[in-house]
């Protein structure tokens, strides 16, 4: 289905789609382009996914382009992503060069688009070194990191710091995330899409189907962690907690993630949480293929609560999903995390399996204020965390990138 | 009369290059050389700024210190502060390292945030955009103003007040331009209590109190 920005009205108001179609009048027709490195799976394709057909109904000429690579290219790119986030991750020189070696020979097939494309965002570090192959490039070009680089690790950040300081300016989710760069640093919190699969509302009769297909029991509570089987997901500290929350109360645990292309220890993790799992009818892991949003949105709204307990985040647009669905959020204090899950207010930031256990048991037991967080959620989402907001924030980094001076205000 | 052009604006936050501060004296020392925009970035633009709480006071300096350092008795000091009364940055810098230095001779210890709670400097650039919407009488002020957007209401009714000498927003800039009398309108949008408010709870206090000065039912 081709999605337009009209379709968002009934959600977010006339005067929002107002503003923006506003604001892209001064952009109409330019040429700007995205690339990343996976057309599906991760908050990143998911972002790109509606963020590029918007645009270009709003005039813009945007398109998407999807960087190619090896498994051995794969490999290297999620040391990067580990080693941005600060776990020791060392990059061979060979490493090193396979990165490289796999960007020239994107960069071959995408000259021309790079070349003459007015604004060019490269989002993480995969795509990263587009920039220095691009010596004829005639734009502005802004690196869009989506993770916490903030104390990476150094090995790493050398490695990779010479790509991304030629950058006109940087996008990052969190101030926090942030890491000095010899350019200007925006902050652009990234945001969901209220009618995608993932998020639409969804009628009783297909929750139904999903509780049975997957055998929950509708008579005891349910906790669901969504997200890729990635150590920084803390997959097997949710299990530590729900077992311990099942001392005292019965629970139902679902552990959902897809397989990312540009994943590649996704697999192992996997493996180890199956065996964690194994024999215990009550803890569902379960793999969904990366286009199965609908059951993904729908396993979310049976949950009671939703869980991410990560150890490392980027922004967590799990967290935002759950709270969109109304739905009081347990999440580890890190990351993007901090900044939605405020105690009392939208769920609870947790540090251990015992904390998640504890604020498990007080949701559970005190269901007006598990109510009142959910009616309280989901407003805030639709004030600052739906895909208009960001839409908003991104024509006006254009209109900066294109005609501002560094004034504090301009005028267009 | 002139008709009110509506404008709208987008705000795009941007990291200052400063380092963080940790504690009430670095705050300080960042506070007393970073650029005004950096000072109007954390006192006039935070309902600009997306938020999951509504937090007790409506400027980042004092939120943090009520939040991170745990300083109550500075917090309520520095979170009474009208950030829109001041024409001048440097006013309001003065006056918030004032009592900064006062707090910090009455305390026997410089108060410290836990690491992971830092205060970040900010400022921001705003991109300003005529919406092609204008408004042609005052008696469609109330109606008008619900079809703003929220950023709208802070350009008019917030920012606006550092645009005018008088220290007033648009909205009475405006009503006091026209020949016919509206006082009754001007004095309900001084009356407004804004601090509490976010920008589409104003909105809707600014059109009702519009009505009812007007006599609108």
């Not at chain 1, 926090?176 to 509302?201: E, R």
């Not at chain 2, 795009?12 to 020392?29: D, Q, V």
């Not at chain 2, 999951?52 to 745990?70: E, S, T």
Request: charged content about 25%; hydrophobic content about 40%.
């Amino acid at each position: 289905m081709t999605i337009h920005l009209d379709m968002y009205e009934g959600i977010v108001g006339a005067p929002v789609i107002g503003q923006l179609r506003q604001l892209a009048k001064g952009l109409q027709g330019k040429r700007v382009v995205h690339v990343n490195s996976t057309r599906e799976g991760g908050g990143v394709a998911e972002i790109l996914d509606w963020m590029v057909p918007l645009m270009c109904d709003m005039g813009i000429d945007a398109r998407w382009e999807v960087i190619q690579g090896t498994n051995e290219f794969f490999n290297v790119t999620k040391s990067i992503h580990n080693g941005l986030q600060g776990y020791p991750a060392p990059i061979t020189t060979r490493g090193w060069q396979t990165y490289l070696d796999v960007n020239v020979a994107n960069f071959e097939t995408l000259r021309p688009i790079l070349e003459e494309a007015e604004v060019v965002l490269i989002h993480d570090p995969q795509p990263a070194p587009l920039l220095k192959l691009c010596q004829n490039r005639k734009g502005k070009w802004i690196w869009r990191g989506h993770i916490d680089i903030s104390h990476p690790y150094r090995p790493v950040w050398k490695g990779l710091k010479p790509y991304v300081a030629g950058y006109d300016a940087s996008i990052f989710s969190m101030n926090t995330f942030a890491h000095p760069l010899p350019h200007p640093q925006f902050i652009v919190p990234p945001s969901i899409d209220p009618l995608s699969d993932k998020n639409c509302d969804l009628e009783y009769s297909e929750l139904e189907q999903v509780r049975a297909r997957f055998g929950l029991d509708p008579d005891r509570p349910l906790v669901v962690q969504v997200s890729r089987f990635d150590r920084f997901k803390d997959p097997l500290g949710v299990i530590a907690a729900c077992r311990l929350v099942r001392t005292v109360t019965p629970l139902q645990l679902v552990l959902a993630g897809g397989g990312a292309t540009d994943d590649p220890e996704g697999k192992a993790m996997l493996d180890e949480v199956m065996e964690e799992a194994a024999g215990d009818p009550d803890i569902h892991v379960l793999l969904l293929p990366p286009n199965d949003d609908r059951t993904i949105n729908a396993l979310q709204r049976l949950a009671d609560i939703i869980i991410q307990k990560s150890t490392k985040e980027g922004f967590g647009l799990t967290v935002t999903e759950g709270l969109w669905k109304g739905k009081p959020v347990i999440g580890g204090d890190v990351g993007g995390i901090r900044r939605q899950v405020v105690n009392y207010h939208t769920g609870f930031l947790v540090n251990t399996p015992e904390g998640a256990a504890h604020r498990i048991r007080f949701l559970l037991h005190h269901h007006d204020l598990k109510k009142e967080i959910g009616i309280k959620a989901k407003e805030f989402i639709r004030e600052n965390f739906l895909l208009t907001r960001q839409l908003r924030e991104y024509l006006t980094l254009f209109h900066e990138a294109l005609q501002g001076s560094g004034e504090r205000r301009f005028y267009v | 009369m002139k008709n009110f052009r509506i404008y709208d604006c987008a705000l795009l936050a941007r990291t200052s290059g400063l380092p963080t501060a940790l504690n009430l004296r670095e705050l300080r020392e960042r506070l007393a050389s970073c650029s005004s925009n950096v000072i109007y970035h954390h006192f006039c633009e935070t309902p600009m700024v997306a938020s999951f709480d509504n937090p007790d006071y409506r400027n980042d300096v004092a939120v943090w210190i009520k939040l991170h350092l745990g300083d109550r008795v500075l917090a309520e000091r520095i979170g009474i502060i009208d950030p829109y009364s001041f024409f001048d940055m440097e006013e309001l810098r003065v006056l918030t390292l004032d009592l900064i230095d006062e707090r910090l001779s009455e305390l026997p210890f410089v108060p410290s945030a836990p690491p992971g709670s830092e205060f970040y400097f900010m400022e921001s650039t705003t991109v300003v955009f005529d919406t092609g919407r204008a408004i042609e009488h005052p008696r469609d002020l109330a109606s008008s103003i619900l079809t703003m957007t929220g950023s709208s209401i802070y350009f008019h009714f917030l920012e606006a007040r550092r645009r005018h000498p008088e220290n007033i927003d648009d909205f009475s800039a405006w009503l006091l331009d026209s020949p016919e009398e509206f006082k009754m309108e001007v004095n309900a949008l001084h009356s407004i209590d804004f601090t509490f408010f976010t920008l589409s709870e104003l909105r809707n206090e600014l059109a009702k109190l519009l009505s009812h000065a007007g006599g609108i039912p």
